[in-house]
């Protein structure tokens, strides 16, 4: 069965830092990688998807299949980046379930 | 356009009764997937929907179903309520079912079990 790990809960990183969040998987075939954001009080939003490799608000992730990795990085917090980030996946196909790791709360600080 | 709506945003029920929750899709939107949050076990997929035939079921017990209608809404009932299923209750709509389909979630309905 796919699994999504995010080994952290928390990430606190000072504004300006370069910030990384972790995400591994598990899954036989050829997923699809996204990671939801979070703001306090809003819905769970999609920020970026693989198959886009696109970088939204300074963040970039790449698809590493040979460290089954979709880490998510930006080069310089910002204050607003505050939030609940979410990796999930979804298996190739025509299902639309997303498997959803526990979520890592960046926080960035002054 | 208007977002994913769910209806109620919060619910208090007792233990033993059920509960039906609503959610309205974005406006063409077909594709209507369920989703239960809880701090203990995170965001875990409970079924999707999609042209009123449910496509995918994750497991949960049978008291937990769905159903969709011609329209696209889609309701999520839990029978015989447990303290345990005190949760958010989030629902997401896409387009389209499978890949590369945007899923766009609603704010959720609280529903809190005593």
């Known amino acids: 069965a796919q699994r999504v790990t995010q080994p952290e809960k928390l990430l606190s990183v000072f504004k300006g830092a370069p910030v990384e969040l972790k995400c591994n998987y598990s899954?036989?075939?050829?997923?699809?990688l996204f990671w939801y954001v979070q703001y306090s009080r809003q819905r769970l939003q999609l920020l970026l998807r693989h198959i886009s490799r696109e970088s939204i608000k300074g963040f970039t992730a790449d698809l590493n299949k040979g460290e089954t990795s979709f880490h998510l990085k930006k080069p310089f917090a910002q204050e607003e980046d505050s939030a609940m980030y979410y990796c999930a996946l979804r298996e190739g196909g025509t299902a639309s379930k997303l498997t959803f790791g526990t979520g890592t709360r960046l926080q960035v600080t002054l | 356009k208007a977002g994913v709506t769910q209806t109620p945003r919060y619910l208090i029920k007792t233990r033993g009764q059920q509960v039906t929750l609503s959610c309205s899709p974005i406006?063409?939107?077909?594709?209507v997937s369920w989703y239960q949050q809880t701090p203990g076990q995170g965001l875990q997929f409970l079924f999707e929907y999609f042209s009123e035939t449910q496509r995918n079921k994750g497991n949960f017990p049978g008291r937990f179903s769905g159903r969709q209608f011609s329209n696209s809404r889609s309701e999520m009932n839990v029978s015989t309520l447990e303290l345990g299923d005190s949760a958010l209750y989030l629902c997401a709509s896409s387009i389209r079912t499978g890949t590369a389909a945007e899923a766009f979630f609603g704010q959720g309905t609280r529903l809190t079990v005593v």
């Open positions: 406006s063409g939107h077909r594709s």
């Open positions: 899954y036989s075939g050829s997923p699809e």
